[in-house]
């Protein structure tokens, strides 16, 4: 069956680091992925898409990738700050033609302390 | 301001009171979707729907209903809610390709004693 895996174990980083989640996938031939950012009790915030055929995408702090060998997309928050401190969700979207389904990981919590 | 509104907020009712969450949208999007979100188990899509009068099945579609008579709303209707129910409730609309970046409402915190 088709599964989308992020760590489920918080990662506290100190301030001005940077902070590198994971997201790996299986059983899914995803056309497009994206990231979500989610505060408590709040609705999920797009932040980034990536295509298939697209191996890097970069918006101010953030970096995505995405490599379909690996399944595997990375979420790179560079010079972090405590504001960052969020649940951060990556979500799958198949190809355009085969569904419309955008499917979500269960997310990983950032801390990022002063 | 481009959003995605729900009402209520916040919501304690009692088993088999019927209730519904509206969710209303100003993009002019064509999809629309409610998800559920428990600790441990993310997002999980009930229904979603691709146009007006064009509704399907999520991934947990049990014990929910919802209608699109009108492409800017989605109301999600609990027959009989049922304390398994209660959970944390979010609307979401977008363009019509999964690929396009999807919009979500503050979210409807619903408890059913």
């Known amino acids: 069956s088709q599964k989308i895996e992020q760590n489920s174990e918080a990662l506290n980083i100190q301030e001005g680091k940077t902070a590198t989640l994971t997201c790996n996938y299986t059983?899914?031939?995803?056309?497009?992925l994206q990231w979500y950012r989610q505060d408590p009790g709040r609705g999920p915030v797009f932040l980034l898409l990536i295509r298939e055929n697209e191996k890097e995408k970069r918006k101010e702090r953030l970096k995505v990738t995405f490599d379909t060998t690996l399944k595997q997309s990375l979420f790179h928050i560079t010079a972090s700050q405590p504001a960052d401190s969020a649940t951060y969700l990556c979500?799958?979207?198949?190809?355009?033609?085969?569904?419309?389904?955008?499917?979500f990981g269960k997310g990983t919590s950032l801390l990022v302390t002063p | 301001e481009a959003q995605v509104t729900q009402n209520p907020r916040y919501l304690i009712t009692v088993t088999g009171k019927k209730l519904t969450v509206t969710c209303s949208q100003n993009m002019n999007h064509e999809y629309m979707s409610w998800y559920r979100q428990d600790p441990g188990l993310g997002l999980r899509q009930i229904y979603y729907s691709m146009n007006v009068e064009v509704t399907d099945k999520g991934d947990v579609p049990e014990g929910y209903k919802v209608s699109r008579k009108e492409k800017r709303n989605f109301p999600l209707i609990l027959e009989s809610p049922s304390p398994n129910q209660t959970s944390l409730y979010f609307c979401a609309s977008r363009r019509r390709l999964a690929g396009n970046e999807q919009f979500f409402g503050p979210g409807t915190r619903l408890t059913v004693l």
């Open positions: 979500a799958l979207a198949p190809n355009s033609n085969s569904g419309y389904a955008l499917n």
């Open positions: 059983n899914y031939s995803p056309a497009y």
